[in-house]
């Protein structure tokens, strides 16, 4: 199929996608159907969004425990909150963003040593979520690594930009170790003490960076960073360096829901919800719906940290929050599963592995 640009828009592959080629115009097979929203009509700056003060949850068993309320709404009502006073140092942050923001300048030959198509290859590099099999394409470059253990990982991480290892494995260790206390806060929420899903995550806990890259779009009106999806994880934390993040808010506008803006805030991160905690809680909880936007001028940087159990680590319903008015409302899963309906389905069109997972009443 050839566009008036002369171009074949039925699929752009990675190493030659629009984005990285920085094309002046969006080709058709980036414009997403107007149910994605990429221009929102409906979404609002001035959303507050519920932030937990890291601190508080340190400073003692009261103060934890009014803490613990914040949080238990959060989890239910959006799947998302902010966090600050977490204790990560700002440097740490800015170095990230930095050695990332290098190694998506670096010239194309270098960064192709990374690319795969192979969803469960532990380094890879790459454009599309299923290169050359996407009926839509976004706007989005990625390297994704594995980060726990680091010894095992870290010499298999690209050896550029300089100091990117050091860096980013030193970012990856103190995102972990919050992880691990966000988990032990989300599971005591849910009466299930802190040491739950923490020592098991502790012990073989699977950690995957997602570096995202999102160059200015000459028309962020009609294509999309990522499409609307939830991500596989128990949580995942976010660092950004610019606001394009949304997520749904399913509550609002009596349920039919609305995109909310996720505002840079200096020092914060951000955790997502992910499929496998609404797992844990039996649906009390819920994965939060989230996606990106580009915009016309600046690229976007992103680092989600992925924070799930071992590879073949089943995350179940306990028993504990099962009586006769809720039953197990889900199936167990491990992360190889997700990568396995991963390999199956087409996520370009908003299939979601936590449906997958659902039991019907
Ligand atoms: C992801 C993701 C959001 C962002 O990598 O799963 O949702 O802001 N990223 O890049
Ligand atoms: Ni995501």
Request: net charge negative; proline share 6%.
């Amino acid at each position: 199929m050839e566009n008036e640009k002369g171009e074949d828009s039925s699929t752009f592959k990675m190493g030659n996608s629009a984005q990285e080629r920085s094309l002046p115009y969006v080709p058709d097979c980036y414009i997403v159907p107007p149910c994605y929203e990429p221009s929102d009509a409906l979404d609002s700056n001035f959303e507050i969004l519920p932030t937990i003060d890291v601190s508080r949850l340190r400073a003692g068993d009261d103060e934890r425990r009014v803490v613990l309320q914040d949080l238990t709404l959060a989890c239910q009502h959006l799947g998302f909150f902010q966090i600050v006073n977490h204790g990560i140092n700002q440097n740490i942050l800015d170095d990230a963003l930095a050695v990332a923001n290098g190694f998506f300048e670096l010239p194309a030959k270098e960064k192709k040593k990374f690319m795969s198509n192979d969803v469960y290859a532990p380094v890879r590099y790459s454009t599309s979520l299923k290169d050359g099999i996407d009926k839509i394409q976004f706007w989005r470059i990625f390297l994704k690594h594995y980060a726990h253990p680091l010894h095992r990982w870290i010499h298999l991480w690209p050896e550029n930009p300089p100091g990117y290892r050091e860096k980013m494995g030193k970012f990856c260790e103190e995102v972990r170790k919050l992880s691990i206390e966000i988990m032990g806060a989300i599971t005591e929420s849910l009466g299930l003490g802190r040491d739950y899903i923490s020592s098991r995550m502790d012990e073989n806990g699977m950690q995957v960076m997602a570096i995202n890259c999102y160059p200015p779009c000459p028309d962020p009106e009609t294509a999309l960073g990522l499409p609307p999806h939830s991500d596989y994880s128990c949580i995942t934390i976010l660092l950004q360096n610019l606001a394009g993040l949304k997520i749904f808010d399913r509550t609002a506008h009596g349920g039919s829901g609305r995109w909310v803006v996720v505002p840079r805030v200096e020092g914060a991160l951000k955790v997502h919800i992910g499929d496998h905690v609404e797992v844990l809680s039996n649906g009390l909880y819920k994965s939060v719906v989230h996606k990106v936007t580009l915009n016309e001028e600046k690229t976007r940087i992103s680092l989600a940290s992925l924070h799930s159990l071992g590879m073949d680590d089943k995350m179940s319903v306990p028993y504990q929050l099962v009586n006769d008015k809720n039953p197990v409302r889900y199936r167990e899963s491990s992360f190889n599963d997700f990568l396995d309906f991963l390999v199956k389905n087409d996520i370009s069109q908003g299939k979601r592995f936590i449906e997958t997972l659902r039991i019907k009443d």
